[in-house]
Antibody, heavy 113, light 112 residues
């Protein structure tokens, strides 16, 4: 069955870089897009960016200068890297497939010294 | 960016009552391919979001038929014919027609 699972550090220092991995199963990264979506505590959802099935990427313009999404199809993994983290980057980060039909459990990231 | 405006911000309803949530976009969501990429997402308390409806009105597998979606261009509506306890949570509309893709701010459905 389709599964997505996010992994990464729970705590990141301000100004440092966040690195997250989304490991997928039950579908191919060369057939489906994968998105990253985040949610600050108690707030709404924010679309961050997308890895398209063909390897193209698209980003939220508000994050574009800090964000990079890549993948390793041999490992069924999609990666998120975001630099210059600040406290308002704290939240739960989700990866989700295609038209958001399947979601991971999310990973909580706290930006704090 | 396309702004998605959801109303109301919250709803307090009894079991069995109907519900209606509006989502208005700042520009038409009709894609150049002719499709309208408007989805409805439910996030139950403490859970990951879950998609209910895509392409305005298509129900995801397993979604009860008490849910329905409608609308066109810039105005969209999610309706629940009879609210049940499992429907509580926050509902978001999401557009994937224009980059960057954007969510509405959410509508919180509470049970009275």
């Amino acid at each position: 069955q389709v599964q997505l699972k996010e992994s990464g550090p729970g705590l990141v220092q301000p100004s440092q870089t966040l690195s997250l991995t989304c490991t997928v199963s039950g579908f191919s990264l060369t057939s489906y897009n994968v998105h990253w979506v985040r949610q600050p505590p108690g707030k709404g959802l924010e679309w961050m960016g997308r890895m398209r099935y063909n390897g193209d990427t698209s980003y939220n313009s508000a994050l574009k200068s800090r964000l990079s999404i890549s993948r390793d199809t041999s490992k069924n993994q999609v990666f998120l890297k975001m630099n210059s983290l600040q406290t308002d980057d704290t939240g739960t980060y989700y990866c989700t497939r295609g038209g958001l039909d399947y979601w991971g459990q999310g990973v909580m990231v706290t930006v704090s010294s | 960016d396309v702004v998605m405006t959801q109303t109301p911000v919250s709803l307090s309803l009894a079991i069995g009552q109907p519900a209606s949530i509006s989502c208005k976009s700042s520009q038409s969501l009709v894609h150049s391919d002719g499709k309208t990429y408007l989805s409805w997402i439910l996030q139950r308390p403490g859970q990951s979001p879950k998609r209910l409806i895509y392409l305005v009105s298509k129900l995801d597998s397993g979604v009860p038929d008490r849910f329905s979606g409608s609308g066109s261009e810039t105005e969209f509506t999610l309706k629940i014919s009879r609210v049940e306890a499992e429907d509580l949570g926050v509902y978001y509309c999401w557009q994937a027609t224009h980059f960057p893709y954007t969510f509405g701010a959410g509508t919180k459905l509470e049970l009275k």
